[in-house]
């Protein structure tokens, strides 16, 4: 069957890279090894994908970062694969991941009727009513972190589609920027100077924002570069601003490997007094600790790693 075969759309394999994050090498060596995905050719020979299979690889992709190995996962229909993905609190404990109350799904319900409404303004409104109700601290930890979970897991099981993810995070970006922007300056005294940043193939900026308001918080400097920043260009960052602090953020789409690599890179490209902060649950460091970069696995662990700096550092 060619593309002109079936009106269904179809996509190369360059976008199923793009899409996925799964390299176009490792689709081959899925086509060959595991029968699956299975391609059919459009008129100029090339491999054309299916939407339906576009969506089976975002869900195996899915759950390889969160464990699964792919052999058993590509024999699976799509319903199997969203079995597997729903039983996701009981292996939080296992991964870094916060398992949380029935009465708190219950409580941000309402936000999440929205996020399937694809209600953006409905949205945005509430989360700044409950931001300016419960202070930025709490709004961020106890409404912001399970929600972009619960959201996260919807994604997973099929029932929102990634686009909804992605407003969902730029709404609530917004709002938690808006109230960083509000908040008066620290001192210039105050320490330590934290960085903050992402890798350049990390695709999801929420973590390092919240992680930025709970640092302001603290009185903390605090300096943003946004996403997708060079390695290279980091280290020329805090060299130019003088830093103390390099937190990082990671999304369950980067490969742990990339991770890893990048981090030992930055260790070694960075002076020994400069620290390296990882915000959040991640796999590379669970599975192997990396000398001289520090796992602050919540946003609530962040004020004990700032004490602790601070007594550290109280001499100099």
């Not at 030992?264 to 002076?271: A, G, H, V």
């Amino acid at each position: 069957m060619t593309k002109s075969d079936s009106p269904a759309p179809y996509v190369s394999i360059a976008a199923v890279e793009r899409d996925t994050g799964l390299s176009k090498d490792t689709l081959r060596v899925w086509e060959r090894r595991y029968g699956f995905p299975q391609p059919d050719r459009d008129n100029n020979g090339e491999r054309s994908y299916p939407h339906e299979q576009l969506e089976k690889l975002r869900l195996i992709k899915r759950l390889i970062d969160n464990g699964h190995r792919p052999g058993k996962l590509v024999a699976l229909d799509y319903p199997e694969l969203q079995g597997l993905a729903e039983p996701r609190d009981l292996r939080r404990k296992n991964t870094g991941r916060r398992a949380f109350s029935t009465e708190k799904r219950v409580s941000l319900k309402a936000y999440m009727n929205l996020v399937h409404e694809h209600q953006h303004e409905k949205l945005r409104l509430q989360m700044m009513q409950s931001q300016r109700q419960w202070g930025l601290a709490r709004f961020v930890t106890e409404r912001v972190a399970p929600l972009s979970q619960m959201v996260a897991d919807a994604v997973m099981r099929g029932q929102i589609g990634a686009f909804a993810e992605r407003a969902y995070a730029e709404c609530a970006k917004r709002v938690v920027l808006d109230a960083i922007s509000s908040m008066p300056p620290p001192s210039e005294a105050a320490s330590p100077r934290v960085l903050l940043t992402t890798f350049a193939l990390e695709a999801s900026g929420l973590g390092i924002v919240m992680a930025e308001a709970v640092f302001a918080l603290e009185s903390c400097q605090t300096l943003s570069l946004g996403l997708q920043t060079p390695i290279y260009d980091m280290v020329q960052a805090i060299m130019a601003y003088r830093m103390d602090v390099l937190a990082l953020s990671f999304s369950d789409s980067l490969n742990p490997n990339d991770i890893s690599s990048g981090l030992e890179q930055l260790r070694t490209s960075l002076p020994d007094p400069v620290e390296i902060w990882v915000i959040g649950p991640c796999k590379a460091l669970s599975r192997r600790p990396l000398g001289g970069v520090l796992s602050v696995p919540t946003l609530e662990s962040i004020g004990a790693a700032l004490a602790d700096w601070r007594e550290r550092n109280r001499a100099a």
